[in-house]
C-alpha cells in the first residue's frame, strides 16, 4: 500500500512538473512565470531602485549624466549628439521596452508572433496597407542622409546596449506573460514606429464611404449632407486671408510635378465624377474625431508680454502611455518635452529659444483607385489602354504555435491592393489599390531634431521642410515674440474637375493619378496676425478661396475650434492660470447649438413624470460637461440615440457609409422637416417623422441608463468643484462616461480603470471613454517655464509607482511645473538619483 501511494504521489509530482513548465494555449509556462527567481516576482519595484549609480557602457565617447527627478523625468546631459541619442535609446529601453517592440511590432504585421492566429487579419492589413513598404522608403531615403543616419543608429546601439544588460528574469512582464524575448532595436522599427503614427493620423478620408452614399442615395442628398464647407467655419488660416499662392479665380496654377518639374495646370468648376457601384470594404474609422488642439497667444495678449504656447494632443489613452517625458542636453540643443517611445528626439516640445506643438491636419492622403487586371494571373493590370505588369511581393506570416501565414501582396503605380479576392469580403472584380503619402520617401525624424535645436521662425520653416505625412498643424512661439503656425505634410495636387480623392477613381487611366504636389511654401502658414493668437483644433485649414482643391467632406470640427477662438479673442493679460483653466474647459458648444433643437421638436404632452424631470435637468443646464453633472448624460444619450435612428441607412456594415458631421445634423435637424431620412428603417409599415425620431431617441434614455452597469468610480475628481464621493449622483456624467486608460495588451490588472473625469468629444477637453488629450503642455515665454501633465507615467513597469502616478493629476486638471535645467545640478531637492555612463 505504501508502494502504492508512493508511485501515486511521484506520478502526481511528475505531473505538476510537466503542467508548470507547459504552454496551455497562449498562456506561458506556468512555472517559469510563477518562479520567484526569473518569473514576475522579479518585476516588483526594488526599494533601493532609486539612488546615484555609476556604470560603464560599450559604445559611448564621452561621459553621460542622466539626472532623474521626483517624477522619474529623465534629463540627459551629454557632450556630443551622438552620445545624447545613444543615451535617449538606452533609458527609453529601460522603462519602456516592451511598448516599444509591440507597438512595432503592431505596425510591421508581425503580432501573430506573439500572440497567435487571432491577429492574422490584423496583420494582414497592417501589411496589406504597405507600412513596411513604407517604412522601407523611408530608411532608404534616411540612408542618403549621413547625419541623421547617424544619430538614429546612435538611438538604436543605446537601445540595444541597453537589451545586453538584461537576463530572463529582468525582463519586462508583458515577454513573460506573453512568453518571448526582446529582438534587438534597428532603424527600420524606428522608420515603423514612425509610419505607424502616420497610420493613426491619416484615417481621415471618406472615398469608398462617399462612393457608396451617392451610388445608393444620389447627388442631391450628398450635396445637402456632405458639403466641404459650412457657413460657421472658422479655420486655422482666419477667413479673407491674402492667398501668395494666387487669387482663387486664376485660370492657371504653377506647380511641381511628381519628378520636380514645373508645371500649369486649369483650374475648373466642379462637377462629380463618382463611380455609380457599391464597395463592401473600406478601412475601419472613428465615429468622429475626438481631435487636438494648441494655440500661440502673442505677447499683446499676455500679462508677461512675451508668447505663451500651448498644446493637448488627443489619442486613444493607453497604459504604458504614448508618451515618455524627457530633458536631452548637448551642445547643441537644450531640449525638454514628450518623446515616442522607439524614435529619437522630442516631438512634442520647447527649448530655451521656441516652443512648438502639434495637432492632427485632417487632410486626405490616401486615394483609393479600382484597379482591372488582366485576367485571373493577375500579373497585368489596364493602364491607358495598355497592360503593364504588376509587382507581387509574397508576404510570410510566422504564427506562434501555428505553421507560416503566406498573402500575396499586389504593387501597382496606384499603390498597393489592399482589397482584393483574398482579402476583405471576396470579388474579384472589385479590387481596391490605395496611394498613401506615407509610402513617399521621407525624414520626418530630421525636422524634430531641427526643431530640437531651433532658435527662430526661419528654424521652424527650415525643419518643417522635411516633413512629408501625417498632415499636422505645427504651432510655433519663440522668446523674440514670434507666434505662428503651419499646416504641413506633402499633398497632391488634385483635379477639382473631378472632385478627385473625394470618391474611388478610375485606376485604368491616369486621369486621376497623382501628377504633381502642392509646393511647400503654399501650405497654409500665418504668422503674427493681427489677432494676437494662432490655433488648431482639426478644422478646416483654410476657407474656400484656397487656391489649391482638398476635399473636405465629413472631416473637420465644428466646436473646439469655435469655442477656442472665442476664448482667446475675449482674453485679456493671460496668463498660465487662464491656460490651464481653458485647455480644461468642459463648455459643451455642441450641446448648446443642438439641445435647444431637440427641445423644440419633442412632444412633451407624452412624457411620463419622470420624462419630464429630465426635460427640467436638460432645460436648466448650462451645458458644461463636468464629471458631477447629470444632464450631460441626458444629453448624450439622447443625441447618440437620434442619430443612430436618423442615419440608420448608413449603419449596413456591408455597405461602409460614413453618418453626416454633427454640425450638419443639427443644421439638418433645423431645416429640413419632410426628408427621407426621417424614416426609420426598422419599421416597414410606419413612416416616421422628424418629431417621431426625436421622441424615440428621448424615451431611450431611461431604457439606456437601467441597462448602464455603473461601476464604483475612484476618487472623483472634478476641475471646478471639491466634490466627495457623498456628492455622487447614481449617474452623473463621471461615471457614465467612465474613463478607462488600456493597457496596450488589454490587460484590466494593468489598466486604470473608471477614471473620474469631464469633458467629451466637441469639448476642448475632449475625454471620452477611450480617448483624450495625451499630454498637456503649457509653455510660458515670458518666464521660460512650462506645465506639463499626461494620463500615465514615466515606468512601463505596472509595479512600478511611477507607472500610473499622473493619472489622478491629470483628471484634477493638475499640472507639474518641468524641471528645465540649464546645467548639471540644477535638480537641487527635486533630484530622486542621478546615474553616470562611462565608456
Known amino acids: 500500500m505504501k508502494n502504492v501511494k508512493f508511485i501515486l504521489f511521484l506520478l502526481l509530482t511528475v505531473g505538476l512538473i510537466v503542467l508548470l513548465n507547459t504552454k496551455l494555449g497562449m498562456a506561458p509556462p506556468f512555472g517559469r512565470f510563477l518562479n520567484p527567481f526569473q518569473g514576475f516576482w522579479q518585476n516588483a519595484e ?179 449632407l456632405y458639403p466641404d464647407f459650412i457657413d460657421a467655419e472658422d479655420p486655422i488660416i482666419p477667413k479673407g486671408t491674402a492667398w501668395q499662392a494666387g487669387e482663387p479665380d486664376s485660370n492657371y496654377r504653377i506647380v511641381y510635378g511628381c519628378d520636380g518639374e514645373p508645371m500649369k495646370i486649369h483650374r475648373e468648376t466642379s462637377n462629380m465624377n463618382a463611380p455609380h457601384e457599391l464597395f463592401a470594404n473600406a478601412i475601419e474609422k472613428p465615429d468622429e474625431i475626438t481631435g487636438s488642439n494648441n494655440w500661440a497667444v502673442s505677447g499683446s495678449k499676455t500679462k508677461s508680454g512675451k508668447p505663451i504656447l500651448c498644446n493637448d494632443p488627443h489619442l486613444r489613452l493607453s497604459l504604458p502611455s504614448i508618451w515618455y517625458e524627457m530633458q536631452l542636453v548637448s551642445p547643441n540643443m537644450n531640449v525638454y518635452g514628450a518623446t515616442l517611445p522607439g524614435s529619437p528626439a522630442v516631438i512634442i516640445g520647447f527649448n530655451d529659444s521656441i516652443a512648438w506643438g502639434v495637432t492632427n491636419g485632417g487632410r486626405d492622403v490616401r486615394d483609393w483607385y479600382k484597379v482591372k487586371f488582366k485576367d485571373a494571373s493577375r500579373n497585368e493590370y489596364e493602364y491607358n489602354g495598355q497592360w503593364l505588369k504588376s509587382e507581387k511581393r509574397v508576404e510570410v506570416y510566422k504564427v506562434k504555435g501555428k505553421p507560416d501565414y503566406l498573402d500575396t501582396v499586389i504593387y501597382t503605380r496606384f499603390g498597393v491592393v489592399v482589397f482584393d479576392q483574398n482579402f476583405g469580403t471576396a470579388d474579384s472584380k472589385k479590387n481596391l489599390a490605395m496611394r498613401w503619402t506615407a509610402h513617399l520617401p521621407s525624414n520626418e525624424f530630421k525636422t524634430f531634431y531641427k526643431l530640437n535645436c531651433g532658435k527662430s521662425y526661419d528654424d521652424y520653416i527650415d525643419a518643417l521642410k522635411n516633413y512629408t505625412c501625417p498632415a499636422q498643424n505645427f504651432v510655433f512661439a519663440s522668446r523674440s515674440g514670434d507666434i505662428a503656425i503651419k499646416q504641413q505634410g506633402r499633398f497632391p495636387v488634385r483635379n477639382k474637375a473631378s472632385e478627385q480623392g473625394k470618391y474611388v477613381s478610375d485606376g485604368t487611366t491616369d486621369k486621376d493619378e497623382w501628377k504633381s504636389f502642392i509646393p511647400n511654401e503654399d501650405n497654409p502658414t500665418i504668422k503674427n496676425p493681427e489677432r494676437g493668437f494662432v490655433s488648431s483644433a482639426n478644422q478646416h485649414p483654410t476657407d474656400s478661396t484656397y487656391p489649391y482643391y482638398y476635399p473636405g467632406v465629413g472631416v473637420y470640427e465644428n466646436y473646439r475650434n469655435r469655442r477656442i477662438n472665442k476664448l482667446l479673442s475675449d482674453g485679456k493679460d493671460i496668463d498660465v492660470a487662464f491656460m490651464k483653466k481653458m485647455q480644461t474647459d468642459n463648455y459643451n458648444l455642441l450641446a448648446s447649438e443642438a439641445l435647444p433643437v431637440l427641445l423644440s421638436l419633442l412632444n412633451k404632452s407624452s412624457l411620463t413624470s419622470d420624462e419630464k424631470k429630465i426635460v427640467d435637468e436638460l432645460t436648466k443646464w448650462n451645458y458644461f460637461n463636468n464629471a458631477h453633472e447629470v444632464a450631460p448624460v441626458y444629453f448624450d444619450i439622447w443625441w447618440n440615440e437620434l442619430r443612430k435612428l436618423l442615419w440608420d441607412e448608413m449603419a449596413d456594415k456591408n455597405i461602409p457609409m460614413k453618418q453626416p458631421t454633427f454640425y450638419v445634423t443639427v443644421e439638418f435637424l433645423k431645416h429640413d422637416s419632410t426628408s427621407e431620412f426621417y424614416d426609420n428603417l426598422s419599421t416597414p409599415d410606419k413612416k416616421e417623422t422628424r418629431e417621431d425620431i426625436v421622441l424615440m431617441a428621448f424615451k431611450r434614455i431611461e431604457d439606456t441608463l437601467r441597462k448602464k452597469d455603473f461601476t464604483e468610480v475612484n476618487e472623483p475628481y472634478d476641475t471646478d468643484d471639491n466634490y466627495t464621493k457623498d456628492d455622487l449622483k447614481p449617474h452623473d456624467w463621471g461615471g457614465y462616461k467612465d474613463t478607462k486608460i488600456s493597457h496596450l495588451a488589454n490587460l484590466d490588472p494593468f489598466s486604470s480603470l473608471h477614471v473620474y473625469n469631464g469633458g467629451n468629444i466637441g469639448v476642448i477637453n475632449a475625454t471620452n471613454t477611450t480617448n483624450g488629450p495625451s499630454w498637456r503642455m503649457i509653455v510660458d515665454e515670458g518666464v521660460m517655464k512650462a506645465y506639463v501633465v499626461y494620463p500615465g507615467g514615466e515606468s512601463g513597469n505596472p509595479g512600478s509607482a511611477f507607472y500610473d502616478n499622473m493619472v489622478g493629476p491629470w483628471a484634477k486638471g493638475q499640472y507639474f511645473e518641468a524641471n528645465f535645467m540649464q546645467q548639471t545640478g540644477d535638480l537641487g531637492n527635486k533630484k530622486l538619483f542621478v546615474s553616470t555612463f562611462k565608456p
Open 46 to 224: 526594488k526599494a533601493n531602485a532609486w539612488k546615484d549609480e555609476e556604470a560603464k557602457v560599450t559604445g559611448l565617447k564621452d561621459e553621460v549624466k542622466v539626472y532623474f527627478d521626483e517624477r522619474l523625468v529623465p534629463h540627459v546631459f551629454a557632450k556630443n549628439d551622438e552620445d545624447l541619442y545613444f543615451m535617449q535609446g538606452y533609458i527609453t529601453a529601460k522603462y519602456r521596452l516592451w511598448q516599444m517592440e509591440i507597438q512595432t511590432a503592431n505596425a510591421a504585421g508581425r503580432l501573430s508572433e506573439v500572440v497567435g492566429e487571432r491577429t492574422i487579419d490584423v496583420d494582414r492589413m497592417q501589411r496589406r496597407i504597405g507600412m513596411s513598404y513604407g517604412a522601407e522608403a523611408a530608411q532608404d531615403y534616411i540612408a542618403k542622409d549621413t547625419s541623421s543616419k547617424k544619430l538614429i543608429d546612435a538611438y538604436c546601439a543605446g537601445v540595444n546596449a541597453y537589451i545586453k544588460t538584461l537576463k530572463p528574469k529582468d525582463y519586462p512582464v508583458e515577454y513573460k506573460l506573453l512568453d518571448y524575448k526582446p529582438e534587438p532595436w534597428t532603424a527600420m522599427k524606428v522608420a515603423l514606429l514612425l509610419k505607424n503614427m502616420a497610420n493613426m493620423l491619416s484615417v481621415f478620408e471618406y472615398d469608398i464611404e462617399n462612393t457608396n452614399f451617392v451610388a445608393k442615395y444620389g447627388e442631391k442628398n450628398f450635396r445637402q
